[in-house]
């Protein structure tokens, strides 16, 4: 009887893992190289999240269980040392400023600048200290050419430079902004820019 001598078991049954990591040994070694970079990277540069909003909330919740709430005293004259809060100050605001249109939306002309020599001051504090920068302020108005509101709508850079700025605004007259023939009202954007230079 003639005998047949098999290879040994080991060998004939790679498993599917080896056989493919045999063959295309290159690509598996390439690609294991990059998903490892690639997780290094992640995890390298993912910044640790230390915030942690659930202990904000349960200072806040602290804050509001701890407050306590006193009812006025009604009818009695305020004490020496305090004062009554009355709505008699409040400056009643002109009712032109809230029907305000943006003029390049609205599409009406641009108003002009009549006083164009009028420009803002820059303050000695504000030269000593280096500061320069620029303010965006929101201009309104009028349909009569009169500056009805100036608001810093940007950055500040204090030493009265916001102040300066205001101020010289609403010493400024223009010419009304017109749409289809008729003066409107407009909310306009302008820069001021403040440069030692």
């Known amino acids: 009887m003639k005998q047949v001598v098999s290879p040994p078991t080991s060998s004939k049954k790679r498993s599917g893992l080896r056989r493919f990591v045999d063959r295309y040994r290159m690509e598996t070694f390439l690609g294991a190289s990059a998903i490892l970079q690639i997780a290094a990277l992640l995890f390298w540069y993912t ?7 659930l202990d904000k909330l349960i200072d806040e919740v602290a804050f509001v269980e701890n407050l306590v709430i006193q009812d006025p005293n009604v009818g009695e004259a305020p004490d020496d040392g305090e004062f009554e809060v009355t ?3 409040k400056k009643k605001e002109d009712s032109r400023i809230a029907g305000a249109q943006d003029a390049i ?9 009549l006083s164009p020599n009028v420009q803002p001051e820059y303050t000695k504090d504000a030269q000593s200290a280096g500061v320069g920068g620029t303010l965006t302020l929101e201009v309104i108005i009028a349909d009569s050419g009169e500056v009805l509101r100036v608001r810093n709508i940007g950055k500040t850079l204090g030493y009265g430079l916001e102040e300066s700025a205001i101020q010289a605004f609403y010493k400024k007259r223009y010419s009304p902004s017109m749409l289809e023939g008729k003066a409107i009202t407009v ?3 302008v820069p001021v820019r403040f440069s030692l230079y």
């Open 187 to 189: 909310k306009v954007y």
């Open 87 to 89: 709505d008699t100050l």
């Open 47 to 53: 910044p640790p999240n230390t915030y942690d909003h």
């Open 105 to 113: 939306v609205s599409g009406a002309t641009a108003p002009v600048d």
